[in-house]
């Protein structure tokens, strides 16, 4: 069973792929998809890691004798896009990330499952397949804190992650509004205002991120740009690189530091005052 992200690339390869009339899936055609990545102007490293799952699903086909080896070994052949430098991606600030889980309306079955599920996001930094995941027994007491436990993420790693007071209270009137009182946390919601099915999809997460993000001026944010978020705003507080890395559910600590821009300032960056600078 393909992880989380790697199936989500492979349904979005499978929708670019059903758009329109296109040739047998062939070399040329992942070409074609490569090119469409590009003129969307993603990272290198979200290209790759897509184009990794078309190739994956290229191999499958082939062992399933559904695709030859001939045209499976050309797909296998198309080159991923090269990293240059370091991208630091996409952040809000303690007032934007404020403004981003209040924007749903509150008055709204709707209104409530996306509020708590942003204040996840932006407060706990899930991942979005571990947030569609997240199961009622998930939530559980640890010394007297509301936290996250035994939630297993990327590479069948297992952490436990704090949840604030705050966070949980928008979970529970989220739970209390839709009677949710076992199973899967999320729920999709009719439009009756009614919850039905027993889970919420990563595509329904994705669309609640990129929805309200529009709403505060936004386009470009996704749900990993919540999860960097949360490192930098844990960091801005006070908070050890450590326990940073503990939350997130980093192997090494060098990913963790990408999270944070460790190695570069923006905010007071080392060319602001330099000399050249105009005189008042």
Known sequence: MPSGDIAHAIDEFVEWYCSEPRLSFSKTVVVRYRMHLESRQLAPGTINLRLGAVRRLA??????????????????????????GIRLGNWLTPEQAKSLWQAPDNSRLWGKRDR????????????RHEIAQ?????????????AIVDLVGKGRHMRTIPMPDWVYGAVSEWMAAAGVQGGRLFRKVSSASRPWGEEVTEKLVWHVVKEFAKRIGNDRLAPHDLRRTCARLCRAAGGELEQIQFLLGHISVQTTERYLGCTQRIAAAVNDKIGIEPTP
């Open 59 to 84: 191999c499958e086909a082939a062992d399933c004798g559904l695709l030859s080896a001939d045209l499976a070994a050309g797909i296998r052949r198309v080159k991923g896009v090269k990293k240059l």
């Open 116 to 127: 708590a599920l942003l204040a996840i996001l932006v407060a706990c930094g899930l991942r």
């Open 134 to 146: 997240l199961t009622v027994d998930h939530l559980q007491q640890r010394e007297g804190h509301w």
